[in-house]
């Protein structure tokens, strides 16, 4: 069975930081490529950063460029979120995902999510 676990979420002030990690299990996604997506209260999930299997590519949402880094060890089978000068607005709930649909909220796999808080 596969599981998507995210963790590291939480309540950061602004201008903090947060790492966002991933792990899959059940079998290895070393081949595929992953992605992070949020949604706000009362708003449709949406992408954020995506990035290839052998992490050579790497795209954002440009809510979060020059902010957010995604990065994977395929060892470890888990991907990465770093999240660094938080702003309110990024309040969400954080998906981990394989294979993202670049342009849509569409992935094959779907984490539980974790909720990342961004006080003011």
């Known amino acids: ?3 998507l676990v995210e963790s590291g979420g939480g309540l950061v002030q602004a201008g903090g930081s947060l790492r ?4 899959a299990s059940g079998r290895t996604f070393s081949r595929n490529p992953m992605g992070w ?3 706000a209260p009362g ?4 992408f954020v ?5 052998t992490g050579g590519s790497t795209d ?3 809510s979060v460029k020059g902010r957010f880094t995604i990065s994977r060890d395929n060892a470890k089978n888990t991907v990465y ?5 938080l702003k309110p607005e990024d309040t969400a709930v954080y998906y981990c995902a394989v294979d993202p649909i670049l342009g849509s909220s569409s992935a094959s796999y779907w984490g539980q999510g974790t909720l990342v808080t ?3």
Do not use: G, H, P, T
């Open 1 to 3: 069975q596969v599981q």
């Open 20 to 23: 966002l990690s991933c792990a």
């Open 37 to 39: 997506f949020r949604q």
């Open 43 to 46: 708003k449709e999930r949406v």
């Open 49 to 53: 950063a995506a990035i290839s299997w």
């Open 60 to 62: 954002y949402a440009d």
């Open 81 to 85: 979120l770093q999240m660094n000068s």
């Open 118 to 120: 961004v006080s003011s």
